[in-house]
């Protein structure tokens, strides 16, 4: 997937430390997109970005904040790591513009994961 | 938000075809049916989307039923490499969100 570049690939934390996982695209994608999946289970949506200076909340966004500093770049950061935390983080990209059809007919790029692991 | 529903596995052998449902009841009408696989825990991989009509690429097939309320990816002659957890979703009325379920896992058996 070298449209979309996540870093790092792997990091280890103790719990309370903090930490920001980058995301960068070469694709001028408008919508980013941040993803977790525990082990044996599907995706979940932790924050989005429609748009350079827009962010809102996934499904699990609790424990997270995210930053759009451009349209490249959509960083994750975690201010006090828990253990709950450990997983394989996703970072995503979609060209959300145009109409409702157009909008609907783009599919997503993801990166290849950041695996994280908090002790 | 339309929600779909998978088998949560399935075997196929090697050399026929794979044909993986997936229920989506609640599609309304302007979204469309994406399928994605993930192999080893790597970044999702897109396959093919629809809206009304069959479609085909060089991946796969998917069939859409009139009603739309049910979708079938067909993988026509499985290889091990096709060994992945398949995710069907619904792109939502709502600019944005992109959300997976848990997928069907596929094992392509010799």
């Known amino acids: 997937n070298a449209g979309v570049t996540q870093t790092p690939k792997f990091q280890v934390l103790k719990t309370g430390q903090s930490m920001t996982l980058q995301c960068a695209q070469d694709m001028n994608h408008n919508s980013m997109y941040w993803y977790r999946q525990d082990p044996g289970m599907g995706l979940r949506l932790i924050y989005y970005?429609?748009?350079?200076?827009?962010?809102d909340k996934g499904e699990v966004p609790n424990g997270y904040n995210v930053s759009r500093l451009n349209k490249r770049e959509f960083s994750l950061r975690l201010e006090s790591a828990a253990p709950s935390q450990t997983s394989v983080y996703f970072c995503a990209s979609f060209r959300d513009r145009g109409s409702q059809r157009d909008v609907s007919n783009q599919p997503q790029h993801f990166g290849d994961g950041t695996r994280l692991s908090i002790l | 938000d339309a929600k779909t529903t998978q088998p949560p596995s399935m075997d196929c052998a090697e050399g026929r075809a794979a044909n993986l449902p997936c229920n989506h009841s609640?599609?309304?009408?302007?979204?469309?049916v994406y399928w994605y696989r993930q192999i080893h825990s790597q970044g999702p991989q897109y396959i093919i989307h629809?809206?009304?009509n069959n479609e085909t690429n060089e991946m796969a097939s998917l069939i859409i039923t009139e009603d739309r309320k049910s979708s079938t990816l067909i993988l026509p002659h499985a290889t091990l490499r096709d060994t992945a957890v398949y995710y069907c979703?619904?792109?939502?009325?709502?600019?944005?969100?992109?959300?997976f379920g848990a997928g069907t896992q596929v094992v392509v058996t010799p």
């Open positions: 970005s429609a748009s350079e200076g827009t962010t």
């Open positions: 629809g809206l009304k």
């Open positions: 979703i619904v792109r939502p009325s709502s600019w944005g969100k992109f959300q």
């Open positions: 609640t599609i309304s009408g302007n979204e469309y």
